[in-house]
């Protein structure tokens, strides 16, 4: 019997229908003039071009400087690290901010800034226009959907240039007895800082629709929520405005984020999720090199531990494991979470490189 569920996810399965993301503001009723700045402008084929050239110079550059850095030295195992820098692009944006928000800045964003900013002066974005994954998703020794993440070409939001990053999950066919559930996210983030500024969630379930929007100011240092939500006839909304950290990732987002730290085996890297309003601080420690196979393939991965706690008394709320590839890509293999009963689990099914 669980042979036949297996197999009935099928090709079809795989065939996702985009959502129409771009008109939320407009089912949310939203202030639309007060929220200009927040309008996505693709980008034309010139510019993004020109956009992936300089993307592909700078990874070249990347790598012939890991190359002469590449020289044999004597080992220093007990000499501290040096204390690294936020890349000098950033930092005219973060004391603005900070400085404009000093008097009524929450004091514990001044300590998540403190840990997060030594994060982003490791990271080096691993960004790739045109790269695809899906995943196949399992629950009970079933293969209950599929879940499709997409980079695509980059766009500009209020003179900015950000990475439009896309995902779309979908229940099995067979499934939809038990739960249908169609969903497309997107996050756009900028390209100079890896910060987000919007995300845009369409939940499309069994018995409930749900819009969610949440635009990150990073000049005022605040998030506006916005969420709809329809099941069994009944409207729920929701709006809010909140101040968030100088550093932080949203749910979607930190998972291209992770892709560009070095990922160390036993250090730890932590940062704040921002996510409706709420903030949670996620911990990701890369603890072995594991052998796992994607995609018909054998590949060395890294496992990666992600913890996501509360601030404060930091309760612990739940850990992820992520396995991504220990190249140079850095590509999402696999991951498992355990949930009430049983676990979750994707495995990448289907790859196509960027173009």
């Known amino acids: 019997m669980l042979f036949f569920l297996q197999s009935c996810a099928t090709k079809r399965d795989k065939e996702f229908v985009d959502l129409d993301t771009g008109k939320v503001e407009e089912t949310l009723e939203i202030d639309q003039v007060k929220f200009d700045k ?10 993004q071009s020109f956009s992936d050239s300089e993307r592909r110079s700078e990874e070249k550059k990347r790598s012939e400087n890991k190359v002469e850095k590449e020289v044999p030295k004597k080992s220093q195992p007990n000499k501290e690290l040096k204390k690294s820098k936020v890349p000098k692009k950033v930092l005219p944006l973060i004391k ?18 403190k840990v997060s900013r030594e994060v982003w002066a490791e990271h080096k974005p691993k960004v790739y226009v045109g790269e695809k994954f899906t995943f196949k998703v399992g629950y009970l020794g079933l293969t209950v959907g599929h879940i499709q993440m997409e980079t ?31 969903d497309s996210l997107e996050s756009f983030v900028t390209t100079d800082s890896f910060l987000p500024l919007k995300y845009v969630l369409l939940q499309r379930e069994s018995g409930q629709k749900v819009d969610d929007l949440q635009l990150f100011d990073q000049e005022e240092l605040k998030t506006y929520f916005f ?26 987002s930190a998972l291209h984020f992770v892709r560009g730290l070095p990922l160390k085996l036993g250090e730890t890297y ?48 739940g850990d992820i494991l992520f396995w991504y590839s220990a190249d140079e890509e850095r590509k999402l293999l696999k991951f498992e979470a355990d949930v009430k009963i049983g676990s979750v689990s994707g495995e990448l099914v289907e790859y196509i490189p960027s173009h």
Do not use: C
């Open 38 to 47: 927040f309008i996505v402008k693709k980008k034309n084929k010139e510019e």
């Open 227 to 252: 969420y709809k939500r329809l099941k069994e006839g009944k409207k729920t909304k929701r709006e809010e405005e909140k101040p968030i950290p100088s550093f932080f990732q949203d749910s979607f």
């Open 152 to 182: 695509l070409p980059n766009a500009e939001i209020n003179g900015r240039e950000v990475y439009h990053f896309k995902a779309r999950m979908r229940s099995a066919r067979y499934y939809s007895y038990i739960y249908t559930l169609d």
């Open 96 to 113: 603005k901010k900070v400085a404009k928000q000093a008097k009524d800045y929450p004091k514990e964003f001044l300590n998540y800034d």
């Open 270 to 317: 932590k940062f704040p999720i921002v996510t409706r309003g709420k903030i949670w601080i996620l911990e990701m420690k890369p603890e072995r090199i594991e052998e796992i196979s994607a995609n018909g393939e054998v590949f060395k991965a890294i496992r990666v531990n992600a913890e996501t706690r509360f601030p404060g008394v930091l309760e612990k709320k």
